[in-house]
Every structure is written in C-alpha cells, then in structure tokens.
C-alpha cells in the first residue's frame, strides 16, 4: 500500500548521495563567491508560489536544491570566509549531528531520554576540565554546564537569573518592581541590550561603561557609575564582562570586574562566546584569569570549535538559582526520577521545554579531535591571524588598529572610511574571499577573523595580496579621475 | 602533514556507515524497549570522567554510541511510543538537516545567506495556503512566518510583543512600569506562565480562566475577568487561546476569545503547538474558526508533521510590531541590503541572533510527501485515535475521559488514581509501549497519544491488548492479595 514515506532502503540510497554531496561541496567550495552574488528576492522567486499537492520524487529537491539554492548561500564554511566571526564546523559534528537527527529524541527531561542528558552533562564537565574552568562550574559541584542555543539566549537566561537573585524571586511573582540597573561596556555584543529589554529591565536601565584604549571596560568607570547609581536609590544586579568583544576582541579585565560585582553583590556574566574556544590552549588561559569570580559564563563551540550551530556552552557557578528562575512543573511531565531529585531536567535551565539530543556533535568533536587536535588547529588560526598583522604592519598603505590578541585582525587602509568600505565591497563582490567592517572610535576599521575549519595559510596570503591589489587598483582610479 | 581533520574521502566512508546505521536503526526499532530502563546516574558513570587528550578513531565512537548511549534513549521514534504528544521525525526531514548541517551557513541577517532567509519565508507561505490560514500572516501581505526554535520561545516572543504594543514601545526603554496583565485558561500549557515570569511581567499577573466540561476556555469568563482588573486600574494586554492543550487536546473557543481582545486590545496568541498540524486537512479546519482574529499564532511540525525537533511555525499578523520591538542593528552587521528595506533579517524576529538553515528539512518534508501525503498520515493518525477511543468505549474496566476530537485519546481504568498510575508504570516498563498521564478534574487520566511516524494499526491494537491484559493481571494480584 501506498503510504507516502521513504522506505530504508530509499533512505540508504538517498542519504548517501547526500553524503557524497556534501563531500563534493567541500572538494569544491573555493569555486563558489564566497558571498552570494543574489539580489534581494531572486531566490523566492526561483521558487513555486504554491505548495505541492503531490509529493515529488527525491531527484527533483535535490536538483532545485543545486539550481535553486545554492546560488543564495554565503560559503560560511570556505576557508576564504573571514567575515564577523567563525562558524565552523566539520566532519565528525555534522556527522554527530546526523546520528541526533536520526535518533530523534526529545530530552526535555531526564526521563524522556536519560542518555541525552548526561552525555550532556559529562560533556560540559569535560570541558570545564580541558578548559581549566573554576570546579565549581562542574556538575560535581554546586554548579553545571547546559547546552544553549547561542550566546543570545544565555545572556537572556543570565540577566533573568540574575534579576530573580537580586529580588529574592520577588519578580517572577510580581513583575519587575525594583528598580534594578545593569552593566557592559560600550563594545559589549547587542544580544545583552536585547535581553535587558526582553527581561523587563528596560534600555534605560542598562549603563554602557566606558572602555580604554584597547576597547576593555574601565574598572574604575564601572565602581563610580555603580556608586552614583546606588546613591539614586536603584539596585545595581548585574554586569557583563567579555572576553573577546565582537568589534575587535577587546579583553574585559574579568578579575577587577569580578571583585567589584562581589563587593556590590552582582551577578556577574562573562560571555566569551567566540574566544572562549582559546581556553583549550594553557597560553591564552591568561585571558580568563579572575573567572572563578563569575557567576555564569559562556562560549560557543559553534564559533570557533568545530561544532554546528547551534551549540552555545553556558556554565553556572549555582546550579539552583537557575532552576529556582525557571523551573515549572505540570502534572504530564512528572515523573519518578525528576521527584527523587536525582536527576537533571535541563528544562528548567533555559528558556525552552523541547530540546534535542544537543550534546551528541560535541562528543563526537571532542572525542575525534581530542584536546590535543583542537589545540593545534587554534594555534593554526592564531598564527595565521598573527602572520595577517604582521603584513599589514609591513606595508606602506594599511594599518592594524588594534593589536591582535588571537584571531581577529582589526586593519585599515590609511585612506578614508569612504575608501575602506570601498575596498571591502570590492574585494567581497569579486566572490574570493569575504570579509567585514565594524567601527572603533567611530572610524572604519576592516576585520579579517580567521577561524574557519579549512583556511590554511595559502589562503590567507592571497586574500591579503587580494586586498593590496585591489587597494592599489582603486587608488589608481581615484587619481585618474581627480 | 597531520592535520586531524577526517578528508573528505573518510567522510563518505564513516558517513554512509552512519546513514546505514539510522537505516538499521528504524528497522530494528521495535527490539528496543521504548522507555530506557536505566537508573539516574548509569550512562554518565559509563563514560571516563576525563577528555580525551588524543583524538580516537571513528569506530570506537560508534562503538561507544551503541554500547553506551543507545541503553539510555527513549525511542521517541518507535511506533509504540504514546507519550506526552508525538516527536515525529521521517527520512526526508533527517536528509534535510544533514544538508543543512554540511553546508553550516548562520543565517541571521538576509546578507549572511539570502537562501536561508527567502526559502524560509517562501516555505512558510506555503504552509499558510495548505492550512488555509488568513492572509496576512503572509509575507506578501501585512505579516509573515518565521521558524523559532520551540512553542515556548514562540510564547515568549508573542508575549514581548504584545508587551511592547500594549505599552507603545516604553517598557523595551523604562522596563515593565505599568500594571499588565494576562490571560491564559487554566490547562494552557505551562510555557506561557514562564514567558509572562521571563518578560517582567510576573504570575501574579497571569489570570488562569475557567475551563468548560471539555476544559476548553470559557469566554464569558475571560470578559467578566478582564472586566474587573479594568476596574482595578490594570491594563490587560495578553491572551492566548489554545488549539488542543497538552493535557487533553481541549479546543478553545477562538472566535469568541478573539473578538473580546479586540474589543479590549488584547494581543491574542494562538497555541496550536501539536493540533496545528491537522489543518492541512480541511475537515479540521473548523477547529480554527475565528484565528483571523488572532496577533500571532504557532504550531510545531516538529511534532506532528515529521520534521525534526526544533521546528516551531510562527505566524505574525503584523511583522513591524514583531521588529519594532526586537530590532538592534550593531554597526558590524550592518550591509546594503538590510538599509534599502528591500529584505527580511529573521534575527529581529526573535530572541536569537545566530540561526541555522532552519527552513531545508521543512522543505524537504514538504516536498516530499505534498500537502496530500501529510494528509494521508494525519487522517491515519486520527483513524487510530478514535479506533482506540471505540474500544476503551466497548470495554466493561476502562472509560474515556474526553471524547477525542482528534489524535489523543485520554481514558482511565475505571478503578482509582493508584491503580491507573500503577497500570500506566507497568505497561512502560515492559518496554513494548510508552504512554503518559495527566490530571483532569483532579483525576489521573492516562493518555494515548497516537503520532508517531510508523505507527500503524497493528502496534495500537497490540498497545491495547497488552494494557488490558496488564490491568487484569493487576487486578487479579490485589484480589489475591485482599
């Protein structure tokens, strides 16, 4: 009888070719323009306006997938990607991921699939581990790691834990009443202003503390801005330090933030979601010093680590402040094990109820790679992100703005902003390698972040010479038509 | 030179290994007992307690999947599971995701993939017309789809919104300041409690209205409510009505519900997480009478419309109330395309910025079986359903609960709660079926919840066998026992 599905054997058949695909599309990705040559709405009208009333075979998807898609993707995974930040992935976690999809479970709780939740768990442990965290981020102790989707919705789940701390749960009952008030830097990514607002803090509430010359928050600014709030009569709850800002990787000095949030009592966040990753490696764990001060910190293995989105690691020093902000229990969902207390339920650790088997791709990067195969790849990026700079200091023409820490080169041609994002979209609109642009002290600075799992150090040498010709070509332009 | 990289040619060959295994997997699914029987703490006390420093070959992970993670899975994906509401996934969505994971592109602005962004929107315009939705929840029209992660997110987007509307735009600035509040029935699915504490609105604000006999909402209530918080300075500002809660598959009255908001400029959200699905049928679509009237809408065909955990459909009448409130646009992910207006960046739709190629196994799904095959399987689903209900109605020990309109069928043995509890704990650890449990009216209801993607006549038949012959057997051991 006819019932619509793919029978195994179609899918051992299909998910192969699949497979194949996308071993092609890594054997040939530096074909493809690095970013999609499409104008707005070609693709959407490439496609039916209708939705098929009958199935079509698998042949058909995969073809409009050749002809109709690819032509709209930006090759996030070239190893000439050097736009805003990584996001890479590999082999083994797309195949991790693969062994999720097929399984298909939904670890909600601990009981709906115990294994999701504990490999999760162990995982995050191993991290903390391989990462030298303070121990109290492990699940052996008072605190424990949970997968969330990005760095976004941690900082969301932080500033709300953060905010149920410091009104004695007083929120979740009677709305926010208090007048609470939070803290970043200028430089500090927008995903904390977002969840400032989603949280009912308010935009107005959250103060953009001053940073030094090297883009870090002042201390110093954060202390008297602390004390003229507190003398106003609001209630200072929470501040976020980076390690890593997305402008320009700016280092935060976590230790003098820290000391300062434990004198005033604040929830302390550290977000480090794309330079966490370094921590794999003891020579930038300098970069962290003073965590053990935090009360939550995050990073993304789906930056930087090789890990498809999304997987974003946020650690708590106290596991029950979390649970307390955002555990809800009705009838369906108990159970034995969740009522012995034995277990973890990572639902009452963010935001959502369903969630998938999120750890598998990790393990599966973890296990491959081993720290020792994560460590050499980024050292690779940072010395090819050091040799980047050392160019740029070379020449006559360009400038770096900021001194590299690790992967992000913060250049700019000594011409004028109008000239930089000239030469940027040029450079991109050639199809060879993409980059972008951020400002600092309201100039334009070009970024070339290099963290893609395949970008070897071939390619980051033409794309520079890439760069140099182009800026040359342009200027020549310029005194042409002057 | 070592590079710890799998090359594309071992990707095939572990790849294809894995495509088998899943194939395997589904063919032998039914030898798993569906509720893993291991004990809290077993699988985690299974894996070493340190990272690997090394890298291991690809075999000793699978190995270790089988032999250390497989023992603690529920089989969401087994024909015999009937617990809590379906998980169903199928061959063409898992194919869809692999794809999305092999090419790793992060959408969060247009520019970053624009075929992240127009399939997305062209997909979800599609399920609109197959489920007879109102136009504007169009993109071509006032509105527009976008795939959030789960239902909860979905809640708590909605609830923002609505927030930012009601409060025109000064809670996102001042925080929450005015006294809003909220309404939900009593059997609304617990999530949007947790979005109404998340948002800074507080549960205290959240009023839980009386249900009918089918524990549907009762409209007159909900007036009579807002009615008296009017009256008491408040402002309310938030309503969702359900189509099929999570306990029973109750159906609120949304047309009534729909024309009070507008009445009192309420937001009214519709959650039609797992019900949503049968709309492609149109002799369901009654179940939706009055959702013209709705701000916002989602349904999950991650659970009944075999696509893969996290898939979430949300629907917004109005797309500029959705940006206006979650809109921030950094200088580093500015381009030309977001300023000329001409394109959707979906990260101003919702709470994350970073996001996969959410729509592919969508597509894919879609593609695959057309609106016909999706309504082959809903109405098979359904069938099942009510055959089931036909026999607990013909047997002298059980009664059904609620007359199922439906997929879910809630009934009890018609002996007490311990004795139904003791049935329902019997049954799962056979392993042959999973099923699940609510209260209704203070009772416990045991349900059956029929969705799966192979789930066939047969296995519910055997399902019911196998709980009349536990409930005798129990029944016989108390006799023997008194």
């Given at each position: 009888?006819?019932?619509?599905?793919?029978?195994?054997?179609?899918?051992?058949?299909?998910?192969?070719?699949?497979?194949?695909?996308?071993?092609?599309?890594?054997?040939?990705?530096?074909?493809?323009?690095?970013?999609?040559?499409?104008?707005?709405?070609?693709?959407?009208?490439?496609?039916?306006?209708?939705?098929?009333?009958?199935?079509?075979?698998?042949?058909?998807?995969?073809?409009?997938?050749?002809?109709?898609?690819?032509?709209?993707?930006?090759?996030?995974?070239?190893?000439?990607?050097?736009?805003?930040?990584?996001?890479?992935?590999?082999?083994?976690?797309?195949?991790?991921?693969?062994?999720?999809?097929?399984?298909?479970?939904?670890?909600?709780?601990?009981?709906?699939?115990?294994?999701?939740?504990?490999?999760?768990?162990?995982?995050?442990?191993?991290?903390?581990?391989?990462?030298?965290?303070?121990?109290?981020?492990?699940?052996?102790?008072?605190?424990?790691?949970?997968?969330?989707?990005?760095?976004?919705?941690?900082?969301?789940?932080?500033?709300?834990?953060?905010?149920?701390r410091a009104?004695?749960?007083?929120?979740?009952?009677?709305?926010?009443?208090?007048?609470?008030?939070?803290?970043?830097?200028?430089?500090?990514?927008?995903?904390?202003?977002?969840?400032?607002?989603?949280?009912?803090?308010?935009?107005?509430?959250?103060?953009?503390?001053?940073?030094?010359?090297?883009?870090?928050?002042?201390?110093?600014?954060?202390?008297?801005?602390?004390?003229?709030?507190?003398?106003?009569?609001?209630?200072p709850f929470?501040?976020?330090?980076?390690?890593?800002?997305?402008?320009?990787?700016?280092?935060?000095?976590?230790?003098?933030?820290?000391?300062?949030c434990r004198a005033e009592n604040c929830w302390?966040?550290?977000?480090?979601?794309?330079?966490?990753?370094?921590?794999?490696?003891?020579?930038?764990?300098?970069?962290?010093?003073?965590?053990?001060?935090?009360?939550?910190?995050?990073?993304?293995?789906?930056?930087?680590?090789?890990?498809?989105?999304?997987?974003?690691?946020?650690?708590?020093?106290?596991?029950?402040?979390?649970?307390?902000?955002?555990?809800?229990?009705?009838?369906?969902?108990?159970?034995?094990?969740?009522?012995?207390?034995?277990?973890?339920?990572?639902?009452?650790?963010?935001?959502?109820?369903?969630?998938?088997?999120?750890?598998?791709?990790?393990?599966?990067?973890?296990?491959?790679?081993?720290?020792?195969?994560?460590?050499?790849?980024?050292?690779?990026?940072?010395?090819?992100?050091?040799?980047?700079?050392?160019?740029?200091?070379?020449?006559?023409?360009?400038?770096?703005?900021?001194?590299?820490?690790?992967?992000?080169?913060?250049?700019?041609?000594?011409?004028?902003?109008?000239?930089?994002?000239?030469?940027?979209?040029?450079?991109?609109?050639?199809?060879?390698?993409?980059?972008?642009?951020?400002?600092?002290?309201?100039?334009?600075?070009?970024?070339?972040?290099?963290?893609?799992?395949?970008?070897?150090?071939?390619?980051?040498?033409?794309?520079?010479?890439?760069?140099?010709?182009?800026?040359?070509?342009?200027?020549?332009?310029?005194?042409?038509?002057?």
């Amino acid at each position: 009888m006819k019932n619509y599905h793919l029978t195994p054997e179609q899918f051992r058949e299909e998910g192969k070719k699949i497979i194949d695909w996308i071993a092609d599309y890594y054997e040939n990705i530096e074909k493809y323009p690095v970013l999609s040559q499409v104008e707005p709405g070609e693709i959407k009208a490439s496609l039916p306006e209708q939705p098929p009333q009958k199935g079509e075979p698998f042949s058909q998807i995969m073809h409009d997938l050749d002809e109709k898609i690819m032509s709209g993707i930006t090759h996030w995974q070239s190893p000439n990607f050097y736009g805003y930040f990584p996001s890479n992935t590999s082999f083994p976690s797309i195949l991790g991921d693969l062994v999720s999809s097929g399984l298909g479970v939904q670890g909600m709780i601990w009981a709906t699939s115990p294994a999701a939740t504990e490999l999760e768990t162990r995982v995050l442990d191993w991290l903390a581990e391989m990462m030298d965290m303070p121990e109290k981020f492990k699940s052996t102790s008072t605190g424990g790691g949970v997968i969330q989707d990005t760095a976004s919705t941690s900082a969301l789940t932080a500033v709300i834990a953060a905010r149920e701390r410091a009104t004695k749960y007083e929120s979740n009952k009677t709305g926010v009443r208090q007048k609470l008030v939070a803290y970043v830097s200028s430089q500090t990514h927008s995903s904390l202003e977002k969840a400032i607002k989603m949280a009912g803090i308010g935009s107005e509430n959250l103060r953009m503390i001053d940073v030094d010359d090297q883009f870090a928050m002042r201390p110093e600014m954060l202390q008297k801005q602390i004390q003229e709030d507190k003398k106003n009569g609001l209630l200072p709850f929470f501040v976020c330090a980076t390690i890593g800002t997305t402008s320009s990787t700016a280092m935060d000095p976590v230790r003098e933030i820290g000391e300062i949030c434990r004198a005033e009592n604040c929830w302390l966040h550290v977000d480090a979601a794309m330079a966490g990753t370094a921590m794999a490696c003891p020579e930038f764990r300098h970069l962290k010093d003073g965590v053990e001060l935090a009360d939550s910190y995050c990073f993304n293995p789906h930056k930087w680590m090789f890990t498809n989105l999304d997987c974003d690691v946020f650690w708590v020093a106290n596991r029950n402040e979390l649970i307390n902000t955002f555990s809800i229990l009705p009838e369906y969902l108990k159970n034995k094990a969740t009522e012995t207390g034995a277990v973890f339920d990572y639902r009452d650790w963010h935001v959502q109820l369903g969630r998938r088997f999120r750890s598998l791709k990790l393990w599966f990067v973890i296990r491959h790679y081993g720290a020792e195969g994560l460590q050499f790849h980024i050292r690779k990026h940072v010395e090819m992100a050091q040799n980047f700079a050392s160019w740029v200091r070379e020449s006559d023409d360009f400038e770096i703005v900021v001194e590299p820490q690790i992967n992000l080169v913060c250049f700019r041609h000594k011409s004028d902003d109008d000239f930089n994002m000239k030469l940027m979209n040029t450079v991109n609109e050639t199809g060879k390698a993409f980059f972008t642009h951020t400002k600092l002290n309201n100039r334009v600075v070009l970024r070339m972040s290099i963290g893609q799992t395949h970008t070897e150090e071939r390619h980051v040498k033409e794309t520079w010479q890439l760069i140099k010709a182009t800026a040359e070509h342009l200027l020549k332009n310029r005194k042409a038509k002057n």
